[in-house]
């Protein structure tokens, strides 16, 4: 009997997970099985389009917590949450200000929808980090006075945080709304340090519980604050996911919610003391915390451990993985882990015994070059727009190697995955910058293109 899938996920399981699910193979209550409770809409059961009974209960328990009006179960992550918010406030052929780091999955549903990303011009810190300031959303929205929304990102993939209050303010006077992607910020609800977006000002916000918390994947919520219709909301969501939710999924979501409201702010506190005191003794051991000089106004998520390798962060990653650990993602210097709020300490306690082994093991540190390299490299100039995002999206297209498709429109969005930004997007002109970009990137670190060293682009008539 072949069970591939099966093989896979046990050999796996008997690592050490330093990565998303955040549960890591624990359940916060007592453990379930998914056959014997998964289940469908049936009078005995509730409807998550038309929720009466324990969605409905699960949702009201989910909000306040998060202290929203509305908080709205949705079994296909935050991908769905986000489409459901941009189809909220958008209509076809409107523009939405979007942050160049945009999660893919905005730029998707804009292709689909027919909505026209306009991109609020982004900065970057000392690191190499990509964030957008107020000020460039204020710009953005004067530039553009029939953008219907603006997004933000609430915390990326190193735990940099927008500073969103001021963002809200800026959209807000101009009287558009505002979205925000908090995919990476579901604890924040129970947390005494981070307020989660809605406190910060967004009307709308999404957040990935399996990202954080002890829920399964693709687990999160989707949050309205007052003056959104939520019930609209629910029936834009019913669009974009599947008919048949997944109940076990929404259980795990209501397990972590119901775990975190008894157990979590002391968690977070107790796993973000145990975090500083790590970083202490990686530092120690020559791999420092990188998350430092956060520009004024913005903060860094501390319960998000990003550490300098001055091995090189793919080096880093493959010794911790010979030992039998995982972690979210590497860049050239960094390694990112995501920590169980359930167990983080002594994961936290086996990842320094490995450190200490690969720092006792590790090569020479090379000299003359930066402890700290840039995780990623942005174009200097980004393309200009030359086709809606739709139409080149969808338009008849061919590959070109990526040097011939200089002056030629986009057909994708490509760039380097992690952290997943759109060096190009659909309907951008490949301009030479980009093309070198994307040319001195290996295939394996670059999605959107189908066949390496290809580009789609869209067809001359
Ligand atoms: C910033 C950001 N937003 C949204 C998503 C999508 O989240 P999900 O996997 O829950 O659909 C991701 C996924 O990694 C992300 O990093």
Known sequence: MQRPMRSMLTRVSARTSLHMPAAQGRA????????????????????????????AQAERLAACSAGTQTTILVPGGSTAGLHAMLLYACKRGEQVVLPRNVHISCLHLCALAGFEPVFAEPSITPEGRLYTAPEAYARTLDTYPHASAALALHGDYYGLLSDLPAIARETHTRGRLLLCDEAHGAYFNWRSDVPNAGACGADLFVQSAHKTL??????AWLHAMPGVNAQRLRSLLRMVQTSSPSFVIMLSLDEARCWMDRYGTVACARLLAATERFRMRAEA?????????????????????????????????????????????????????????????????????????????????????????????????????????????????????????????????????????????????????????????????????????????????
């Open 285 to 461: 051991l020559g791999f420092p915390d990188d998350q430092r000089n956060a520009p004024p106004g913005m903060a860094y998520d501390r319960l998000r451990l990003v550490l300098a390798s001055p091995w090189g962060g793919v080096w880093l990653q493959k010794q911790l993985q010979a030992r039998k650990l995982d972690v979210e993602m590497c860049d050239e210097g960094h390694v990112v882990c995501i920590l169980s709020l359930l167990d983080g300490p002594a994961r936290l306690c086996r990842l320094e015994r490995a450190l200490r082994a690969i720092a006792r093991r590790a090569p020479p540190i090379p000299t003359g070059e930066p402890n700290h390299t840039p995780e990623a490299i942005f174009p200097e100039a980004w393309p200009p727009r030359r086709m809606s995002i739709g139409d080149a999206a969808f338009a008849q297209s061919e590959e070109l190697p990526v040097y011939e498709a200089i002056g030629r429109v986009s057909a994708v969005n490509a760039g380097p995955y992690p952290p997943g930004i759109a060096w190009l997007t659909a309907g951008d002109e490949v301009t030479p910058t980009v093309a070198a970009l994307l040319t001195n990137t290996s295939s394996e670190r670059l999605f959107g293109m189908e066949t390496p060293g290809m580009l789609r682009c869209v067809k001359r008539t």
């Open 214 to 219: 002890p829920a399964l994947t693709p687990g």
């Open 28 to 55: 916060p209550l007592r453990s379930f099985s998914p056959y014997r409770l998964d289940a469908t809409e049936l009078p005995v059961t509730d409807d998550l389009y038309r929720p009466l009974g324990a969605i």
